[in-house]
């Protein structure tokens, strides 16, 4: 069954050139030319991926992520003109997946389409559940819960946290991770790391005595439990 993609970008030529080429590798493709439609669109189609322009009009990039992430955990790529690297890192705070500047090979897009569908496809010989302390990390349902409360986690911050969890008090480099929790096809730097750690600590610091998130300065981070 093939695999469809909403593409939510402004620029006519641009999205006309995006279905061609994703049609072509056997995608189905649907197009919103602004943020609301976006919404509306991803409710009634439920695509398998989201390639998300930031500069949007009705609602912005940002907007369309925040409405996605609040209902589902569609992998969801950014397209921006910016390569300001807070614009980047505001996307993956805000829960997507990967990012690509503008201008962009379609090569390098498809290739990020394929990694991010990878990732987001887990078999199901390897989804486990770790429990600790007032602490529970499940990838079958993917789910975090915290203290007893389930809370909305990403699922890049969640296999992250399980990956870190799964084998307690060793030190991971950030290349490691990029590596091991993104795949060694993964276009970005180590700072995505460093963006995942913060969001993570938001959710679970100081919940227990027992284990923590720790950052190993110099060298990069560990689950730690006593």
């Keep these: 069954m093939a695999r469809n993609v909403l593409v939510v970008e402004d620029d006519r030529n641009i999205s006309d050139l995006i279905r061609m080429y994703l049609e072509k590798e056997g995608f189905e493709v649907s197009i919103a030319y602004d943020g609301g439609r ?27 992520c925040q409405r996605i992430r609040q209902k589902a955990k569609t992998p969801i790529i950014m397209l921006t003109a910016k390569s300001d690297v807070d614009d980047r890192i505001t996307g993956l705070e805000m829960g997507a997946d ?23 496809e887990i078999p199901d010989d390897t989804r486990k559940k770790l429990s600790f302390d007032k602490l529970i990390i499940n990838l079958d349902s993917y ?21 870190l969890a799964s084998t307690p008090n ?18 970005g730097d180590s700072r995505t790391v460093d963006v995942h750690i913060k969001r993570l600590r938001e959710k679970v610091e100081n919940v227990s005595d027992q284990w923590a998130l720790k950052t190993v300065w110099g060298v990069g981070y560990k689950f730690e439990v006593k």
């Design 38 to 64: 976006a919404v509306e669109e991803f409710e009634r189609r439920q695509p398998d991926l989201v390639l998300l322009d930031i500069m949007l009009p009705v609602l912005d990039g940002w907007g369309v």
């Design 143 to 163: 789910e975090l819960t915290v203290d007893g409360k389930q809370i909305d986690t990403p699922p890049k911050e969640l296999e992250l946290l399980y990956h």
């Design 170 to 187: 060793r030190v991971y480099t950030r290349n490691q991770l990029l590596d091991e929790v993104w795949g060694f096809d993964y276009f």
């Design 98 to 120: 990967d990012y690509l500047v503008k201008p962009f090979e379609m090569k390098e897009l498809m290739a990020r389409i394929n990694a991010v569908l990878r990732r987001s």
